[in-house]
């Protein structure tokens, strides 16, 4: 494992100088869900790919900006989900954007993923693994390196709310949720970059993000392999949950293609009870 988080290291690096150099215009491809490429994420793409041909232990990749799975080295244990530069139609208004990886041992579903990472992309490069056994750790670029910040606990309730989705087609009961958390005093913030918006709730201490199905995405916008179970991981072991609209756990969803994605609801315990609560699960 610990090549394999020295790689996602080494790509951070690359991918940071990559967004600060780099053609910000499209490429010609489309990616698999049907949206235009940026010349970025396909350079991103082929960073991470490059880097992790020679980790031993990395069976497949699996990409957000690919088709298939890409075989690697048949006697390696892990195969890693991962979206090389998430929320990237950010970049050229100089928001923050990041990378997220998951990393599975045997087959891709919620219960068998190991690990997970993520890359904040912002002011400074930030770094947030996590795994089963202990909380998320953060670590930050400090010179040419990355250096171990802290431990990331969740309180019991937060103050920030991040609403997904185009709201126009939520459904009425959602639409009261949240409607119901501001008027309690939570405060908005949702920048559309998944990474930067979960990492600040939580940093924060708490709070909810949700992306919920929509009249015009019944089962929402988020890809499961790459994005809502690697953060499942690393708001369950911060102390917090991270659920579906049924109330499944997220680390339990199993995908049946690579690019199926889920609705999504991360939060603190009061804020996903209340979730519960209003959509009906208890
Ligand atoms: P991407 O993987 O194509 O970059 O899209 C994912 C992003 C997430 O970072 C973010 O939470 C979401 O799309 C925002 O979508 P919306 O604009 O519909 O709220
Ligand atoms: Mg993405």
Same mark, same amino acid.
């Given at each position: @494992?610990?090549?394999?988080?020295?790689?996602? &290291?080494?790509?951070?690096?690359?991918?940071?100088?990559?967004?600060?150099?780099?053609?910000?215009? /499209?490429?010609?491809?489309?990616?698999?869900? =049907?949206?235009d490429?940026?010349?970025?994420?396909?350079?991103?793409?082929?960073?991470?790919?490059?880097?992790?041909?020679?980790?031993? !232990?990395?069976?497949?990749?699996?990409?957000e900006?690919?088709?298939?799975?890409?075989? +690697?080295?048949?006697?390696?244990? /892990? #195969?890693?989900c991962?979206?090389p530069?998430? =929320?990237? %139609?950010?970049?050229?208004?100089?928001?923050?954007?990041?990378?997220?990886?998951?990393? /599975?041992?045997?087959?891709?579903?919620?219960?068998?993923?190991?690990?997970?990472?993520?890359?904040?992309?912002g002011?400074?490069?930030?770094?947030?693994?996590?795994?089963?056994?202990?909380?998320? &750790?953060?670590?930050?670029?400090?010179?040419?390196?990355?250096?171990?910040?802290?431990?990331?606990?969740?309180?019991?309730?937060?103050?920030?709310?991040a %609403?997904?989705? #185009?709201?126009?087609?939520?459904?009425?009961?959602?639409?009261?949720?949240?409607?119901d958390?501001? *008027?309690?005093?939570?405060?908005?913030?949702?920048?559309?970059? @998944?990474?930067?918006?979960?990492? *600040?709730? @939580?940093?924060?201490?708490?709070?909810?993000?949700? /992306?919920? $199905?929509? !009249?015009?995405?019944?089962?929402?916008?988020?890809? *499961?392999?790459?994005e809502?179970?690697?953060?499942?991981?690393?708001?369950?072991?911060?102390?917090?949950?991270?659920?579906?609209?049924? $109330?499944?756990?997220?680390?339990? +969803?199993?995908?049946?293609?690579?690019?199926?994605?889920?609705?999504?609801?991360? $939060?603190?315990?009061?804020e996903?009870?209340?979730?519960?609560?209003?959509?009906? @699960? %208890?």
């Amino acid at each position: @494992m610990n090549d394999i988080i020295e790689t996602i &290291k080494q790509v951070a690096f690359e991918i940071d100088n990559a967004i600060k150099t780099a053609d910000l215009g /499209y490429s010609d491809s489309e990616n698999s869900s =049907g949206e235009d490429q940026l010349k970025l994420d396909v350079q991103s793409d082929l960073i991470i790919e490059k880097a992790f041909a020679t980790v031993s !232990s990395v069976k497949d990749l699996v990409s957000e900006e690919k088709e298939g799975v890409l075989s +690697l080295n048949p006697n390696g244990k /892990y #195969t890693i989900c991962y979206d090389p530069l998430d =929320g990237s %139609s950010l970049v050229d208004v100089n928001l923050s954007v990041g990378s997220i990886f998951g990393i /599975y041992e045997g087959e891709l579903k919620g219960e068998n993923l190991v690990a997970s990472a993520y890359v904040v992309y912002g002011p400074r490069i930030e770094l947030v693994i996590a795994d089963k056994n202990s909380a998320p &750790k953060l670590y930050r670029v400090v010179g040419d390196a990355f250096k171990y910040i802290s431990e990331i606990k969740m309180d019991e309730k937060g103050k920030l709310n991040a %609403s997904g989705g #185009t709201q126009q087609n939520w459904c009425d009961y959602h639409k009261t949720f949240i409607d119901d958390l501001f *008027q309690e005093g939570y405060r908005l913030r949702y920048s559309g970059g @998944m990474v930067p918006d979960l990492h *600040q709730i @939580m940093l924060k201490g708490g709070g909810l993000f949700s /992306y919920p $199905g929509t !009249s015009d995405k019944p089962n929402g916008k988020l890809r *499961q392999l790459f994005e809502v179970i690697p953060f499942a991981l690393m708001y369950e072991q911060a102390g917090g949950e991270a659920i579906n609209h049924k $109330g499944l756990r997220l680390l339990e +969803l199993v995908p049946s293609h690579p690019h199926d994605t889920s609705p999504c609801f991360f $939060g603190s315990h009061y804020e996903i009870n209340a979730l519960r609560k209003a959509y009906g @699960m %208890s």
